[in-house]
């Protein structure tokens, strides 16, 4: 082939490449996040969700199944399950070492005090303890003028998926009953949101509402809303709207995941998902014009009522009494009988040590953090004790708990001891029968899918991390993803 050819043939491909990448811009992209959706979720119900689609309607979870490139089981490898961190890998492609969110709630050292994941001394709540960039937020770095939303009964939900960028995230203000924001966002108060909280009914808080598909009706209320008055869609570049069901985690925590309640619960979702989508449909030429994106931020592990009952093995950690029998041992130790505080706060599973006793009572702080390794070992409640300070890659440990740690290490956020529990078991918490703390399967493991236009309709069962879903959206758009970003494209599901 002579050169001259060699560069037109070059030059068409270039041209063809471009071309197909901009018919396949979406002009909205949809995330939906269903909070402590279980992998199993969508698997084990498929026959008690309505049909992918019957005549001119289409159904809900079983519709996206099926036209969608779908990872039944793509993994979060954390060691802490749990809702932020869950937004903020969704949304940034990265794993908490790099997006800083490793738990919800924290006892930070070096401003001595708890925190929480969006709370912000200027702004009430912001996006601003997260440290590195999301999806839109690199879109709208190229100078796109899109236009960002994020919605979720939790504050926390919305405020990761919408990142710095966002135009407003909204929640759900528990005490006041209507959706609130933030004035850290631009539109914070947009002039058609006093009607809708208007409408809210009951007008007076009921929090048990909360934990009923009402919640998940709310927030698909303001999701039309915002499609509607914003205009979402309707502009030169693509727009985003994040939607996170926080529903489904209240009532599952309440109940427990094999209860009568959320069997019933996730098949409202789908008659509500369904709803939704034909709502779109009506909208916007849907197949072409909408990417959604669907997963969930956690598992949940079933109830340890439900384990015992059922002959496995599991507890209800009481972290009160394993706090009082290491003070005993380390008393017994330092040879001391007065009541000495030895930990200054527990939070998370994370136990931070009163370092001002231990040099108070001149005791070497290696040889510390060595007794009171092997005390918490000898009772038998956790699995696996891990030692930041003490933590060497050469340690005997399961490889999957040190990728975890690798993946989740925040060194502010981190206590001196951290105590990961036996499977299907967690600590205890007045009114919550399940929750989910680990890295262990059913805290790790939820689906994940894409639909549009772009993609595949097939299921994949080759390993998927929820850290993919960014760069693969940022290929997509054109654009380079995060600077901290873990994941790579999952180049399989494109169409070619
Ligand atoms: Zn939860």
Known sequence: MKPSRHAALLFFLIFVTFQANAASAPKLVIYLVYDQ?????LTVNKPRFLPSKSGSQLGGFNYLVENSSYFPFAEYDVMSSMTCPGHAIIATGSWPIHTGIAVNDWYSRSKNRREYCVDDDMFGMSPRKLKTTTISDEYKNADFPSKVYAIALKDRSGIMLGGHRADAAFWFD???WSWQSSTYYPNARP???DELNSKVSPRVPDVS???QIWGSQRTLDLADQILNKEKLGQGKATDFLFISFSAHDKAGHTYGPNSDEMKKMIVDEDRELSGFLNNLKKKFNLEKDVLIVLTGDHGIPPSPDYSIKNKIKAEYIDEIQVVQKIYKKLNEVYDTSSKNEWFKAIESMHYHVNWDLVSKMKINRREFLENVKSIAKELDVAEEVIVPELFSKND?????????IENSYVEDQWGDLI???????????????????????????????FAGAAFKKQIFYSKAYIVDIHPTMAALLGIIPSPKVDGRILDEIFKK
């Open 209 to 211: 509402l909360l934990k």
């Open 174 to 176: 528990e005490k006041k």
């Open 191 to 193: 002039p058609w949101m």
């Open 396 to 404: 005997l440990m399961s490889p999957r708990i040190k990728k975890q």
């Open 37 to 41: 959706l279980r992998a199993d979720l």
């Open 419 to 449: 105590m990961m529990p036996k499977p299907f078991s967690f600590p205890f918490e007045k009114g919550r029968k399940a929750d989910h703390v680990s890295g262990y399967s059913y805290d790790k493991m939820v689906p994940l899918l």
